[in-house]
């Protein structure tokens, strides 16, 4: 997976990129992350990339020629670019999304604002696909792009050394995940449910679906489709419900 991430900000980007799961996906080749300054991309000595906003207004606007720029330099190293900008007004970002992100041959090309935005003429000629992380205003698009680099670099093969735990993820089969713990056994007066610790993988299985399914149940229910459920889930979530009434 290819990623290019353009911003003022490249420090916010190599931080990030040098850490962790990132950092071991791009050591082995699965994953490349590059940062471009787009005030290398700026002609004047002084290297402004805002200017105040035509018709008057509060705060300032990136300008455009350098991003222009910045995404020529990009298409004369000869790949096809994929084009994103993060923003509030976009799709909302999903799982499904990632997925498309992990399997894509083109190079990822993120676009990143900040101050009150960017040039609109970036937007009309260019026409990157505006994706949201959630419905807020951050200082820039580089944290969200991060977050997309994130969750899709993770669902690149090889990238996650189980795949067993990204197939198990919350949001990969729909529902959200199943509580998790791990030793000591005790702590500070709490316990393990003793399913966990009876080593009986059948029940442990049915026990991980039935709280997936009451996670889903209680901060989730708009992604509980019918279509999307074997009749073992229909099963359980009665009981949930009926547990529910108990309580």
Known sequence: ?????????PELIEGIAAQSMLKRAQESGRVCIRSHN????IKDRHRIAD??????????????EPIFRAIDALQDEGQELRLIFPSPQGIPFSHQLAMDLSRESRRLVWICGHYEGIDERVLTRLEPEEIS???????????PAMVMIDAAARL????VGDPGSVEQDSFADVLLDYPHYTRPEGVRGYGVPDVLLSGNHAAIRL????????????????????????????RLLREISQECEQV
């Not at 290819?2 to 003022?8: A, E, S």
């Not at 787009?38 to 991309?41: A, G, L, P, Q, V």
């Not at 105040?52 to 300008?63: D, E, L, S, T």
């Not at 690149?156 to 990238?159: E, L, N, R, S, Y």
């Open 38 to 41: 787009i005030r290398d991309y």
């Open 207 to 234: 026990w991980r679906r039935k709280e997936s399914l009451r996670n889903t149940y209680w901060k989730r229910p708009d992604v509980l489709h019918d279509e999307c459920l074997t009749e073992e889930d229909r």
């Open 133 to 143: 992380i959630g419905d807020y205003v951050l200082t820039g698009g580089e944290l």
């Open 1 to 9: 997976m290819q990623c290019d991430v353009l911003t003022l900000f």
């Open 156 to 159: 690149v093969p090889g990238v």
């Open 51 to 64: 200017d105040a906003p035509y018709g008057g207004g509060c705060g300032m606007v990136m300008k455009a």
